[in-house]
C-alpha cells in the first residue's frame, strides 16, 4: 500500500512542469553590470590610442582594428586590461599584420617569433636575434625588480627603435605586452597611458630611460 502511494506521489511530482535554472553568470559579467560606463574623456583617450596602435595597417583595416580594440573598454574594464586581452587576442597567427607581443613574464624563448612579426607588420627588416639559449643578460633579474623577459625586450626596443618604432610595453598580471608605433608618436602614447592608467614600462629602451 505505502509503495504504491510513493510511486503515485513520484509520478505526480515527474508531471509537475519544471521551471528551468537560470545559466549561471560569471563574476566578470555581474561586474560589468553593476559598474558605470567609463567617463567619456576615458573613453576618448583610448579610442586615441587604439587609433595609434592601429595606424600602420592600411586604411581600411586599421579603421576596423581601432573600432575592436575600442570596443573591449567596457565597463568593468579597465583600459589596461581591454589592451592586454587586445593583445593577447591578436596574438596568433591569423593576426600577425597587427603586429603585436603577447608573452608570459618568464617565456623568453617566444621573444625572437613574435618580434618578427611585429616587424613584418611594420614592413621593416629585423636587425635583431635573440638566442635564449645562450643569452645571460636576464639573469638577476630577482635582484633588479625585473621579469626574466625585461632584459631581452630592452634589446629588442634598440633594435626597433634604430628602426624608427618605439616599443610600447606593459605588464597585465603574468603577462607581458607589446606593440610598436612610429618615433613620433611615442610621446602621445605615453601621455594617453597617463592618462588611462596604463602600467607601461618607460624603461624598456636604454635609449629612453626615465
Not at 586599421?62 to 568593468?76: D, E, F, N
Not at 606593440?179 to 602614447?189: C, D, K, Q, S
Request: hydrophobic fraction near 45%; charged fraction near 25%; glycine fraction near 6%.
Amino acid at each position: 500500500m505505502l509503495s504504491a502511494i510513493r510511486r503515485a506521489w513520484r509520478s505526480y511530482l515527474d508531471s509537475l512542469p519544471r521551471s528551468e535554472e537560470p545559466a549561471p553568470v560569471s563574476d566578470a559579467a555581474i561586474r560589468r553590470e553593476m559598474s558605470p560606463p567609463h567617463p567619456a574623456e576615458v573613453r576618448q583617450a583610448f579610442a586615441a590610442l587604439a587609433g595609434i596602435a592601429t595606424g600602420h595597417l592600411p586604411q581600411e583595416a586599421a579603421v576596423k582594428a581601432a573600432a575592436a580594440l575600442s570596443a573591449r573598454l567596457k565597463p568593468g574594464t579597465t583600459p589596461s586590461e581591454a589592451m592586454a586581452r587586445w593583445i593577447g587576442a591578436n596574438n596568433g597567427p591569423k593576426s600577425r599584420n597587427l603586429g603585436v607581443m603577447c608573452v608570459d613574464w618568464k617565456a623568453r624563448e617566444e621573444i625572437q617569433w613574435q618580434a618578427e612579426r611585429i616587424a613584418k607588420a611594420h614592413r621593416i627588416e629585423l636587425d635583431w636575434h635573440y638566442d635564449f639559449r645562450a643569452d645571460r643578460s636576464w639573469e638577476g633579474w630577482e635582484e633588479r625588480g625585473e621579469t626574466p623577459v625585461s632584459a631581452p625586450l630592452r634589446a629588442l626596443a634598440d633594435a626597433l627603435r634604430r628602426q624608427g618604432l618605439a616599443l610600447i610595453v606593459l605588464a597585465n598580471d603574468d603577462t607581458v605586452c607589446a606593440f610598436a608605433v612610429r618615433v613620433e608618436h611615442e610621446g602621445e602614447v605615453l601621455a594617453l597611458a597617463d592618462r588611462l592608467g596604463l602600467a607601461v614600462e618607460r624603461a624598456v629602451s636604454s635609449a629612453g630611460r626615465a
